[in-house]
Nanobody, 130 residues
Framework: QVPLVESGGGLVQSGGSLRLSCAASGRTFSRGAMGWFRQAPGKEREFVAA???????????SHADSVKGRFTISRDNAKNTVYLQMNSLKPEDTALYYC????????????????????WGQGTQVTVVS
């Protein structure tokens, strides 16, 4: 098991910012990837962003204009931590945000697929009010 602990969620007004953190304890995976997913009530869990642990390659949701230009993902390998900086938040960003770890990354084909991740955090709630 690799415990993943998210933090940084909260209640924010539309247009505000939050930075989510996800710390992985235990083993490090130098050839893996860490991702952020979110799930709003009544909706499926959806991919938000991911970053490879080896070279910091980033991926974002392919949903047009969903988070483009507003969210950034970064990592601190020394701390085994990944961050999701969320700016210009909108009410539609309201969801439970999950951090996930993919222990081995080989290509981008499944980086956006929840089932391809090996470990998950408990989630942190983000609520954006207008």
């Amino acid at each position: 098991q690799v415990p993943l602990v998210e933090s940084g969620g909260g209640l924010v007004q539309s247009g505000g910012s939050l930075r989510l953190s996800c710390a992985a304890s235990g083993r490090t995976f130098s050839r893996g990837a860490m991702g952020w997913f979110r799930q709003a009530p009544g909706k499926e869990r959806e991919f938000v962003a991911a970053i490879t642990t080896s070279d910091g390659r980033t991926y974002f949701t392919s949903h047009a204009d969903s988070v483009k230009g507003r969210f950034t993902i970064s990592r601190d390998n020394a701390k085994n931590t990944v961050y999701l900086q969320m700016n210009s938040l909108k009410p539609e960003d309201t969801a439970l945000y999950y951090c996930a770890l993919k222990t081995y990354y080989s290509n981008s084909n499944d980086i956006r697929v929840p089932g391809k991740y090996d470990y998950w955090g408990q989630g942190t709630q983000v609520t954006v009010v207008s």
